[in-house]
């Protein structure tokens, strides 16, 4: 593809690391270094990023506490014909983060918005959780007070998707009591720390999952909550691969066709069938011949 310059008069959506500092796309270094002004959450945390690469801009704040009034400045200078940069302290501008007034308001006054794409943490927690990603809603941050939070897992109780949140470590707890109250034993998946050095993933059911995190001491780093959707069972792979397995090896059938059988027996499609026999650890058929 051509190169495309940075665009006069353009607000910039770039997506920043959300951990590891190598996670940047060269899009968005590209188009830091040519804008003429980098918005950011927290400018000491930006020129962290920025000087990791050598990137010099001029910096101003854009934060929860000033967006209205700095949304429109920057549109302002947008319709000057500027460049700006908007970036947050991790991931996608606008995405729990600073960054719908800006973009309203450059559409509003007929401003061009680019997002650069890069990393985003609840995609990220999303691919490597194992429940599935077909249909998924991500809802932000909980509610902070109790009454809130119940209110609205209960309103995504029937929810067909997996849910996905972003939690606070110190509310952690608290919320997965919540779940085990308002969902009972769905699973869930804990995504801590991600692309960071202490980055795990914590998988059962949330009252399992719940005293594991009792167990610690203290709950530390940033949290992404999956919760899987209405009916998806505790273990999930469970009978289909116990079935898949037994056809594999008492009946000799091959995978393909072990698949096809227990998918047919349980009621389910072959590539939900399939899905729940690779979650088993078991070797994966192609799932395109399913």
Same mark, same amino acid.
């Given at each position: 593809?051509?190169?495309? =310059? ?44 920025? %000087? ?36 947050? %302290? ?34 990220? =927690? ?22 809130? !939070? ?23 707890? &608290?919320?997965?009591? %919540? ?18 050095? &202490? ?16 167990? !610690? ?12 959707? !209405? ?25 393909? =066709? ?16 399939? !899905? ?6 078991? %070797? ?7």
């Amino acid at each position: 593809m051509a190169y495309n =310059a940075p665009m006069a008069g353009v607000i910039y959506l770039v997506a920043t690391p959300i951990g590891n500092l190598e996670d940047i796309t060269l899009r968005a270094l590209r188009v830091l270094r040519e804008v003429d002004v980098v918005a950011c959450e927290d400018t000491r945390h930006a020129k962290k990023l920025l %000087d990791h690469y050598n990137i010099s801009q001029p910096l101003v704040s854009y934060h929860e506490h000033n967006e209205p009034a700095r949304a429109a400045k920057l549109v302002d200078q947008a319709v000057a014909g500027r460049a700006i940069a908007v970036v947050s %302290d991790a991931g996608m501008p606008g995405i729990s983060d600073p960054g719908y007034r800006v973009v309203s308001q450059a559409i509003a006054r007929g401003v061009p918005v680019v997002p650069i794409p890069g990393p985003v943490a609840a995609e990220a =927690a999303l691919a490597g959780s194992g429940l599935p990603a077909e249909a998924f809603r991500f809802g932000g941050f909980l509610p902070a007070k109790q009454a809130q !939070r119940k209110k609205q897992l209960q309103a995504l109780a029937s929810e067909s998707a997996t849910l996905i949140f972003y939690e606070a470590p110190h509310r952690i707890l &608290h919320t997965l009591e %919540d779940v085990v109250e308002i969902l009972g034993k769905r699973p869930v998946v804990i995504a801590r720390e991600l692309t960071k050095v &202490h980055e795990e993933f914590l998988r059962g059911n949330a009252a399992e999952v719940l005293e594991e995190l009792k167990r !610690r001491p203290a709950v530390k780093g940033e949290i992404t909550l999956l919760i899987a959707r !209405r009916g998806e069972a505790h273990e999930p792979a469970g009978s289909v691969c116990a079935r898949v397995q037994e056809l594999i090896e008492k009946q000799n059938l091959q995978p393909m =066709a072990a698949v096809k059988q227990a998918a047919r027996e349980h009621g389910l499609s072959k590539r939900e069938a399939y !899905r729940r026999w690779t979650l088993g650890g078991f %070797d994966a058929a192609d799932p395109e011949r399913l």
